[in-house]
């Protein structure tokens, strides 16, 4: 009980420091800085999306050199049984995935965009005071 609350505690912590770490790269001069972790999100998605579609294409086949010197492949001794995913399956393997593990990208997509449309006007602010004088 005690170990799923602190697991929850550093959980939030580092999702809250992480949104915390944006609207500060954002508010930077650059605008660079802000993209930084809505691309470090959205390739962490891809391996993900990449991992499960490999996972699910492993042959459950060994190649070994007979006696003869001929690479033969061969069903592996552990090879696990699993059906074969269909058309529609395979499709789903990837969408929902992808859709879930870019949560973070699109949070960390609008906190940048909404930081960097206020510094925009800020900046417009101060450009239309400077004519004035």
Not at 3 to 9: L, S
Not at 51 to 77: C, H, K, M, R, W
Request: hydrophobic residues 50%; proline residues 5%; aromatic residues 10%.
């Amino acid at each position: 009980m005690r170990f799923a609350f602190v697991t929850i505690v550093i959980v939030l912590g580092f999702g809250v420091g992480s949104i915390l770490l944006q609207i500060f790269l954002s508010k930077m001069e650059s605008k660079w800085p802000g993209l930084i972790l809505p691309i470090i999100a959205f390739l962490l998605s891809l391996t993900v999306v990449l991992a499960n579609v490999l996972f699910y294409e492993v042959q459950d086949t060994v190649e070994v050199i007979s006696e003869s010197g001929q690479i033969v492949s061969q069903p592996a001794e552990n090879a696990l049984t699993r059906p074969v995913p269909t058309v529609g399956e395979r499709i789903l393997l990837v969408i929902i995935p992808f859709i879930l593990c870019n949560i973070p990208t699109v949070v960390y997509i609008s906190i940048y965009f909404g930081v960097r449309e206020k510094h925009r006007q800020e900046h417009l602010l101060k450009r239309m005071t400077a004519q004035d004088l």
